[in-house]
């Protein structure tokens, strides 16, 4: 289990003093596309430096003294940057499964974001990636659970590449699953790649869970 020891809960303006968190950071955004009909279907938010500093050289700046704020700063600064930037669809937010303590109390923040910037909860996806740790299961589940009834969609990514693979869908069934680009690198011509990415398809259908493929970066010409 998560022992928390003082902790106090942040509102969406504590979130914005750059102060306060000690780290400088803004977002990049990058377009997730619905091919089936060749639209926008969202866009993720990704931490990046002030200047343009990968997501790594943010991260590790982070410990257990600030990995709660940073946590919280990430989706008010998410929201404020996309509905300045009008940005239309799904706004996909990666969120820190082992940062949230009480999921009533840590969506504080980004519930008064969301009403200052008037931005509809239902176009929030929060997304875990399978490639962290999760130390607590059932408290995982209780995050999503709250989530939900907050009419946010929750989401798996990098899906087929961390450390639970099918036990995540086996203890809780999020909204949307994206898979890893290991599982679908070479899939036209990988037999056992192609017959995993089907039977996870098939899984997620009978599961009414959507399913995200990664695009592969383009091979850089000689």
């Known amino acids: ?39 926008i279907f969202g866009y993720e ?16 700046q982070l410990n257990d003294s600030n990995r709660y704020r940073f946590d919280q700063a990430i989706r008010v600064k998410a929201i404020d940057l996309a509905k300045r930037l009008n940005l239309q669809g799904m706004l996909s937010i990666n969120f820190l499964p082992n940062a949230v303590y009480k999921p009533e109390t840590c969506i504080r923040a980004t519930l008064e974001a969301a009403a200052e910037m008037n931005f509809p909860t239902d176009r929030i996806m929060f997304e875990v990636t399978e490639g962290e740790k999760v130390i607590d299961n059932d408290h995982l589940r209780n995050i999503f659970k709250e989530y939900k009834k907050h009419r946010f969609t929750t989401a798996i990514d990098d899906f087929g590449a961390g450390y639970a693979g099918l036990n995540l869908l086996a203890d809780w069934q ?22 995993l990415v089907f039977g996870i398809i098939s899984i997620c259908k009978q599961l009414d869970i959507k399913v995200i493929l990664r695009a592969l970066k383009p091979k850089k010409s000689a």
């Not at 931490?47 to 343009?52: A, E, K, L, P, T």
């Not at 690198?185 to 790649?193: E, F, G, H």
Request: proline share 4%; with cysteine.
């Open 1 to 39: 289990m998560i022992e928390v020891v003082n902790f106090t809960p942040v509102g969406c303006k504590e979130c914005r003093d750059k102060t306060k968190l000690g780290i400088d950071f803004t977002m990049a955004f990058q377009p997730i596309v619905d091919i089936s009909n060749r639209s």
């Open 45 to 60: 938010a990704l931490v990046r430096g002030v200047n343009n500093e990968g997501a790594a050289s943010i991260l590790s």
């Open 174 to 195: 999020p909204n949307i699953i994206k898979l890893d680009m290991s599982l679908t690198r070479n899939v036209n011509s990988d037999r056992v790649r192609r017959a």
